[in-house]
T-cell receptor, first 115, second 111 residues
Framework: EAQVTQNPRYLITVTGKKLTVTCSQN?????MSWYRQDPGLGLRQIYY???????DKGDVPEGYKVSRKEKRNFPLILESPSPNQTSLYFC??????????????FGPGTRLTVT | QKEVEQNSGPLSVPEGAIASLNCTYS??????FFWYRQYSGKSPELIMS????GDKEDGRFTAQLNKASQYVSLLIRDSQPSDSATYLC???????????FGRGTSLIVHP
């Protein structure tokens, strides 16, 4: 089954404790992206990757890191989480043609709470 | 700044009616347009994509694109309570590799 998976689905952590949210897709998509979603603010892009070893900042990259060492995986790293990073996080992937991303497929989401 | 605007709603329609959701965008060179449905606490799910002017129909859903007026709309015929969700519009602006999302319109279909 074609899908995007994320782990963990729920996470409660404390300020400053490094964490990683994994994302994996099995559709051989070039493009992957991370979003956060907060009430009233919609989906905001954190980082995206057009292909292996190619990543770029989205609209709200501060406090986050990513890596793309393999085509299927795109982990999101919070080196020192803070309470304002409490949010619902989505990973997405899509086919890209001439570098343009088209229909996106989203993972199930990770609800992160930082206390 | 490329913008995608949607009325946040909620848009409330009775069961069986046509729900009309609208989205406007600022970049005249936009090329690809998408509608996603998102149930509360769940991930967005693609329901329609449209690339050229006119209408595109898929079951009870019709996407309408008017590039001259810079809007794209989604019509849901015979609305059902299960259609109650937030609908997100996404637009690939010209020259941009990545889509820009609107903040979504909340749709409530009441029995």
């Amino acid at each position: 089954e074609a899908q995007v998976t994320q782990n963990p689905r729920y996470l409660i952590t404390v300020t400053g404790k490094k964490l990683t949210v994994t994302c994996s897709q099995n559709m051989n998509h070039e493009y992957m992206s991370w979003y956060r979603q907060d009430p009233g603010l919609g989906l905001r892009q954190i980082y995206y990757s057009m292909n292996v070893e190619v990543t770029d900042k989205g609209d709200v990259p501060e406090g986050y890191k990513v890596s793309r060492k393999e085509k299927r995986n795109f982990p999101l790293i919070l080196e020192s989480p803070s309470p304002n990073q409490t949010s619902l996080y989505f990973c997405a992937s899509s086919l890209s043609i001439n570098k343009i991303s088209y229909e996106q497929y989203f993972g199930p989401g990770t609800r992160l709470t930082v206390t | 700044q490329k913008e995608v605007e949607q009325n946040s709603g909620p848009l409330s329609v009775p069961e069986g009616a046509i729900a009309s959701l609208n989205c406007t965008y600022s970049d005249r060179v936009s090329q690809s347009f998408f509608w996603y449905r998102q149930y509360s606490g769940k991930s967005p799910e693609l329901i329609m994509s449209i690339y050229s002017n006119g209408d595109k129909e898929d079951g009870r859903f019709t996407a309408q694109l008017n590039k001259a007026s810079q809007y794209v709309s989604l019509l849901i015929r015979d609305s059902q309570p299960s259609d109650s969700a937030t609908y997100l519009c996404a637009v690939n602006a010209g020259g941009s590799y990545i889509p820009t999302f609107g903040r979504g319109t909340s749709l409530i279909v009441h029995p």
